[in-house]
């Protein structure tokens, strides 16, 4: 088993992305292609002791940063970590690629180059978060912005195999992020979606409001890209305004602050609960191969997860068995 | 000037309701009309002392509930509280109505009985919520879920006026929600009224991502729907949810419990800034009259927010300001 993985992608490359594949060698027996500028790489990777039978550098002299168009992987900087990443995977070299590069120019390569799987006609990106049941996968996060009804069904046929397979959740519950209960809630798009889903979707528990996206009301719940993108910017942004009006509140009071001392291990543990990166990255699925994007602020401890949920991908053969699922 | 509150909507009516009425009589230059069922409301207004002169009961014998169809009050229950309270406005019995029942029942009313303002083509909820800065306003939260662009553009025109005059910010800023910073980011619609309220809005200041809603970067940020639902519902359910992981993981240490025992002033700082029913309720823009509908879950305090800010809504005739704006 082979993964890719994009050392110049993400806020913190190449450091963050090489700790974390070191920790990830340690702990799995995976082998991994670094895909990036080698001399860098190898700078970092001097640091370390690693078992170097299982790593391999692939050149690559471009790097797409996060302000580069979604097209220039494919365009223009093709000789980029995402490019030549993107092709060791078409050319059947590794099992998967795994980057926190620039989202969009991850979508565009891979849609582009890999091309969509059988009975998929758009990508979607899907991330697992943490619920007061313990985990819910939310597809799709920003990959299709304007999709159509079809398209969320077969996001929920995914979702499902996904949630299944790699989370190990039996017939896992699918719901519609809609802005009411009602199969007559939303606007036309919605109505349908809603139809689609109920009729070929097995447990299909329909729709399932915002306010319950962090309940565990459903396994998988489906959007389209971009009410998907709000939800979980919208999210990360109240716990940080949150976390910021507190430390501002909590530093005007002597008593606070000891109080705060007191509840330090109860803080880490629900910070741990609430923690992206204990549940690695997020698969884009649909094109014809296995790629996993992680948060462009992924830390080693993320990057390490991310390469655990790809390990599972490649185990469990997503990719065949959400093309029977579809097909059905 | 004269206020019409509904006595019979939201999930504590008839008691939070007129326990928030009194409240406003006491603390607020205004007479009130209660509309709703006669035997109810006189049942609970003998609880309280109160100046008797400047409160009217107008009764409806119908209640619009939670459950019915938007279009209730128009075609079925023609004397329910709702209808009889959109009614006062309409014929200038009074200046005003607010209510905290059923949500599409309200806009319903609001819209097919009093009309649409001139130069607005469809109504729009907004809100006031807190930030790090102060507070900002998000239109709309869920009055029009399929809004075409120039319906954006309005709702930002209108925005502008219903903060600087009711909320006291001079030239407040506008910006779009989206999902990326860049002119060119989201679909076509999103582009679209991108260049309408560049063109058109004093003070438009671009794209404002989902993270940044609670920062305070823009003072009225402007978003369909379905989406400003998506972002209202999935804060109050991701608050809500934070809330329960932690008393869930403080009930476990002893020592945890102690310092929230230190911390409680702090904690109670920082959630009555968080606290919707501080900001009163969420005023419907658009229509030929002054609508607010409260949050279901209305307290006494919330209704007596709403009604504050009614009466500035009124003091400054925001309805003839909004519409000089539009023209311009």
Redesign the interface.
Known sequence: MKIVVDAMGGDYAPQAVIEGVILALKEFDVDIILVGIEDRIKEELAKYEYPKERLEIVHASEVVDMHDAAITPVRKKRDSSITVGTNLIKNKKADAFISAGNTGAMVAASTLLLGMMPGVERPAIGIVYP??KGFSFLIDV?AN??PKPEHLLQSGLMAKVYVREVLGVSNPSVGL?N?GEESSK?????KDAFKLMEEKIENFTGNV???????GKADCIISD???G??????????????S???KR??K??P??I??????L??LN??KK??DYSEYGGAPLLGVNGLVMISHGRSSPKAIKNAIRATIKEIEHNIIEVMEKEIKK
């Open positions: 619920t007061l920003g912005t304007e992020l802005i939303g606007g036309g798009f919605a409001e915002a306010n319950e996206v962090f309940t890209g971009f009410v993108n709000i939800v979980i910017k919208v999210s990360e942004g109240l716990m940080e305004s949150m910021k009006l507190l509140e909590i005007k009071s008593m606070a000891l109080g705060v001392t007191f509840m291990p109860t543990r629900v609960v609430a």
